[in-house]
């Protein structure tokens, strides 16, 4: 089972782009979905969370304010809306299903799908 992110592509500095996380075999409505992004030479490092109930979202402190993560349990979507793109943000973006442990941490969460790759021009 693997979550399928798209929406990438190439976005102007304080452009904007929506990118999607669908699963389409298996719902994910019962738990929280977290979007990651790796950028060329570094790890991948954590951006936003969502509970299932979207009760309570997370941000990374580099995308607070820009960036905003929402979900559709009945699409078994999640989605991050991207504003005011810097050219730091370029990566391969990824989303996953959490399944236990802290939602920063990417061994907290399976079903990784392949990414979505955004690039920011100055």
């Known amino acids: 089972v693997q979550l399928q992110a798209s929406g990438g592509g190439l976005a102007q500095a304080g452009g904007s782009l929506r990118l999607s996380c669908v699963n389409s075999?298996?719902?994910?409505?019962?738990?929280?979905v977290g979007w990651f992004r790796q950028a060329p030479g570094k790890d991948r490092e954590f951006v936003a969370t969502i509970q299932w109930n979207a009760a309570n979202t997370y941000y990374a402190d580099s995308v607070k304010g820009r960036y905003t993560i929402s979900r559709d349990n009945a699409k078994n979507t999640v989605y991050l809306q991207m504003i005011n793109l810097e050219p730091e943000d370029t990566a391969v973006y990824y989303c996953?299903?959490?399944?236990?442990?802290?939602?920063?941490?990417?061994?907290?969460?399976?079903?990784w799908g392949r990414g979505t790759l955004v690039t920011v021009s100055s």
């Open positions: 075999r298996r719902t994910f409505s019962n738990n929280a």
């Open positions: 996953a299903v959490h399944v236990a442990g802290s939602y920063y941490s990417s061994k907290s969460y399976r079903y």
